[in-house]
């Protein structure tokens, strides 16, 4: 008996010890804690920014041919392309045409800028054709191409007319080049190498300063394309194709010829490809290069192809 009442006090010895930490412990932890009522107090009310305001995403209203990236006009119309040409200076140049043939003004001087390509053109003269000059000098264009790029001609419904899609604006370095109607290629340095190399560029690949086209005439897709009205219906190369490639019907046979570097190809066979099989012939025309570019070039010239013969 006298063991078991030692036991019951030292377990109630120990229980009383347990509870007076406890209870220090729990005091301490409150010392450090504000009331909640005094939190409130210290608080300052949060308020709204005045620099805030509430605002909504608006699609294009494609009748006002707006773009929704900076809030220019859409130029993708010719109709917002003709309007452009409220100030243009030089009467003896059509703005219709002009806006036809993909520019619109920038209210410089007189120059004008594709909407798709960039290209700009300026210092024009009387007698200057703008879709010609386009194709000249910016023949991969695809709205010179006749590609989907977006193009809305007058009379077309713009609310029919999807919204153009959001895109990145570079800011920094040049868009399009400038060119004279009535000059020469030229490729000065510091254009885009993909379709104007540099002339130490052109230096490396072998090529000299390059001349206008052999056959001016044929500068433009529909011209060339006219020329196959009597190609041979039996050829498996179409005449978009031939005509895309560079090539007009010369009439005599399957006889194609480039307008710009002047070299004819004939006795096509089925599976020759127009475009491969200038670029494998006539490495050096300036059409191919700036069309398709010298990777593609380099990479027909690795391939082991039978080609028509060379005219």
């Known amino acids: 008996n006298v063991a078991e009442e030692v036991t019951d006090k030292k377990e109630e010895e120990e229980i009383s010890i347990e509870k007076r ?28 920014s005045t620099n805030l305001r509430p605002y909504q995403v608006n699609p294009v209203n494609n009748t006002n041919h707006v773009d929704e990236v900076d809030n220019y006009p859409d130029y993708r119309f010719e109709a917002a392309r003709l309007a452009s040409y409220e100030n243009w200076p030089a ?19 007189d120059r004008v800028k594709c909407f798709e390509c960039g290209v700009e053109i300026f210092e024009w003269v009387e007698g200057d054709n703008p ?33 153009p899609s959001v895109r990145s604006r570079d800011v920094c370095g040049r868009y399009g080049e400038d060119f004279r109607p009535t000059a ?34 044929y500068a433009s897709y529909d011209a060339r394309l006219a020329t196959f009205e009597n190609w ?16 007009y019907y010369t009439g ?52 082991e192809t039978t080609p028509p013969t060379r005219e």
């Open 91 to 109: 009467r003896y140049m059509d703005p219709e045409k002009l806006a036809a043939a993909g520019f619109y003004y920038t209210g410089e001087v």
């Open 252 to 303: 005599r046979g399957d006889g194609t010829q480039c307008y710009h570097c002047g070299g004819g190809l004939k006795h096509w066979e089925p599976k020759d490809d127009p475009w491969e099989q200038h670029a494998k012939w006539f490495t050096k025309c300036y059409y191919v290069l700036m069309v398709k570019g010298q990777a593609f070039i380099n990479s027909v010239l690795g391939q």
């Open 184 to 217: 020469s290629p030229d490729f000065r340095t510091g254009q885009t190498e993909f379709q104007f190399p540099s002339p130490a560029r052109l230096g490396s690949l072998g090529l000299a300063k390059p001349k206008g086209p052999t056959h001016p005439e």
């Open 21 to 48: 930490v406890n209870n220090k412990i729990k005091t301490e932890m409150m010392d450090c804690i504000e009331p909640r009522s005094a939190l409130r107090d210290n608080l300052t009310p949060l308020k709204p």
């Open 131 to 163: 879709m010609s000059d386009h194709q000249r000098w910016r023949p991969a264009c695809k709205f010179v191409r006749k590609q989907p790029c977006g193009n809305v001609p007058i009379g077309v419904d713009p609310s029919t007319v999807p919204a």
């Open 232 to 247: 041979p219906k039996s050829m498996s190369q179409t005449k978009e194709q031939l005509a895309d490639a560079g090539f």
